[in-house]
């Protein structure tokens, strides 16, 4: 009987130590499992924090100029520049705006609510005008139209006069014209997308209360579509403000263009960065405006969505002069242009299609390249952080984060290599402290400058695509793989990455082509001699050298095709996905 009861009570002993063997690991497996997540945590939240403060940092340097202006340099800016260039850009945007709303609402509402011959072209082919940057269709429209152009010439060859009568191209309504050409996609694409899913109802409603279809489309279709349309028209004024290339073709002064003379006409970095704090603070507001105007919109449907049996078929006259506006309208702002880029590409590819060129396009290349992916795998990483943190710091690090893209090429390339130069003076200061060797420059007027100016600049069109395809990740498949004991970037490397694919080559596509044509920032931050295709065409077209800049831009054009054919596809393949099941035939 002792015998069983020590056997028990040794059992018991033995059972005991045994659990508190296991809790002890059990303990320590816990403590080392949490202490690794918040490891991967605090790393992951430290390089969002470090990417915020990257983007942010070049803002404040240009903010700092403003608090703490240079008198004598202010008071000279004030006396010499200011005046002009607020009278200037206001008309520029004021026209330019005027421009795109006739322009995209018009073409708007005749391809998504009316039926004529040729309506399902116009679709896209409306579209193709944003492959061309407004620099290209400029120096084109000027080379085209300007008094010793071959239009001009032949007007006065054949007709014996001087063609007094004609436009002059340079002037205030011809780069006004040229732009709405070139912005007016902007509007079109938004202003669409709010017709189609109107639907029908609300046009009838209002005709059966007395009002024709003209009223009708002011009264009621109109301002439906209004938060739209006014987003499209932010985003068509931010271009306007950020343009650098078209305004210096044109000789036309605004702000951009101004800082860029006071750095490099002036050789004053604090003029230019005064003058980019004014036109910061444009910007910021009307960020904050498309901001409330995206909160605005809000999708209510109203009867069915337009289809081809709820359209309004334009008859007689009407059918064929909403055709031929439209015709007109792609013959101008796309077709014309590529011919005349196209001939004058024949012209000048024996003289300029040479190893020089082949440089220009290597490093165009090898820019676009390295831009896209590092753009891509931050995006990618900042869209994971946000799936996995959705958190209040986490919302507002990625909203700094993605500021880089709102702000003009001109204005961050001067809060760059301002914070650049500061940089390159603090390291150069260390290492001559310790080491006592001399050094010059570190940072400043090298590849890692541009391409960091290139990643403020573009990060919020990798992010936004990645992060539009990781919403199609459900928190299923999440759950699915943590059972798995797949945590981490393991998840993201195993799982998220081959289901974004799709997502991750479009945003490296947007960027790659971003990059191709960005003119300031590489013309402002580059190294010596590392000229691209966007830098060889202002420095051709400043020289009037229109035949020479047309083969680089043919280059460009042909890339900047490349999204708008990935965008038709989508939408093809949502509107197939959407289409409504045919009717049964009747026997």
């Known amino acids: 009987m002792l015998t069983r009861q020590m056997m028990a009570f040794a059992t018991l002993e033995f059972m005991n ?25 605090i790393s992951i939240r430290f390089v969002a924090v470090i990417s915020a403060l990257f983007v942010i940092t070049p803002i404040l340097v240009i903010f700092s100029f403003l608090l703490q202006p240079e008198s004598e340099i202010w008071q000279h800016i004030v006396d010499t520049l200011l005046v002009d260039l607020l009278k200037n850009t206001l008309v520029l945007c004021i026209g330019v705006l005027a421009g795109t709303f006739i322009l995209g609402v018009g073409a708007a509402w005749l391809t998504a609510v009316c039926d004529f011959p040729g309506r399902r072209f116009f679709n896209w082919a409306l579209m193709l005008p944003l492959a061309i940057p407004t620099y290209v269709l400029a120096f084109v429209f000027i080379g085209l139209l300007d008094f010793s152009s071959p239009v001009q010439t032949l007007l006065r060859t054949q007709f014996a006069s001087s063609a007094e009568w004609f436009p002059d191209i340079r002037s205030t ?3 006004i014209f040229v732009m709405s050409l070139a912005l007016y996609p902007y509007v079109y694409l938004l202003a669409r997308n709010a017709f189609q899913t109107q639907g029908k109802r609300a046009l009838e409603v209002s005709q059966a209360l007395g009002q024709n279809r003209t009223k009708s489309f002011f009264k009621v279709a109109l301002p439906m579509a209004r938060p739209w349309i006014a987003s499209g028209l932010m985003l068509v004024l931010m271009e306007t403000l950020a343009d650098f290339g078209a305004v210096s073709i044109f000789n036309y002064d605004t702000f951009t263009t101004g800082i860029y003379k006071a750095w490099f006409g002036f050789f004053s970095l604090s003029a230019a960065a005064q003058l980019s704090s004014v036109l910061l603070i444009f910007v910021i507001l009307l960020v904050i405006v498309e901001q409330q105007m995206r909160a605005k919109m809000q999708f209510h ?29 792609v013959l101008i ?80 390339a001067v809060g760059i290599v301002i914070m650049v130069n500061f940089t390159d003076k603090q390291i150069i200061w260390i ?74 080559y479009a945003a490296a596509m947007l960027i790659f082509v971003d990059v191709m044509k960005e003119m300031p920032i590489t013309l402002m931050t580059r190294p010596f001699g590392w000229d691209t295709l966007a830098v060889k065409i202002f420095e051709l077209t400043s020289e009037g050298e229109w035949q020479r ?39």
């Open 17 to 41: 130590i045994s659990v508190c063997v296991l809790n002890e690991r059990y303990q320590s497996s816990l403590g080392s499992t949490l202490l690794k997540k918040a490891r991967a945590i």
């Open 173 to 175: 309504a011809g780069i």
């Open 301 to 329: 449907q109203v009867g069915k969505l337009s289809t081809e049996d709820s359209r309004i078929r334009l008859t007689g006259w009407k059918k064929w002069a909403a055709c031929g506006a439209l015709s007109f309208t």
């Open 333 to 412: 702002a796309f077709l014309i242009p590529c011919i005349q880029l196209l001939v004058w590409s024949v012209k000048a590819a024996w003289v300029e299609l040479d190893s020089h060129y082949i440089g220009l396009l290597i490093r165009s290349l090898f820019f676009s390249l390295m831009a896209a992916a590092i753009i891509t795998c931050l995006g990618l990483l900042m869209a994971y952080i946000q799936r996995q943190y959705p958190d209040l710091v986490t919302k507002w690090t990625i909203r700094l984060s993605s500021m880089g893209y709102a702000l003009p090429g001109t204005v961050l």
């Open 431 to 504: 290492i001559n402290t310790l080491t006592g060797i001399q050094l010059k420059s570190i940072l400043n007027g090298t590849i890692i400058t541009v391409l960091f100016a290139y990643t403020v600049r573009f990060l919020t069109a990798g992010f936004n695509s990645i992060n539009s395809s990781m919403h199609r990740v459900t928190r299923s498949i999440d759950e699915a793989s943590t059972l798995l004991g797949i945590t981490g970037v393991k998840l993201l490397r195993r799982i998220h990455i081959p289901i974004l694919k799709n997502g991750l």
């Open 549 to 587: 800049a047309a083969l680089p831009s043919v280059t460009l054009v042909i890339a900047g095709l490349i999204p708008l054919i990935l965008l038709n596809r989508k939408s093809e393949q949502s509107n197939s996905i959407h289409k409504p099941p045919a009717k049964p035939l009747r026997i």
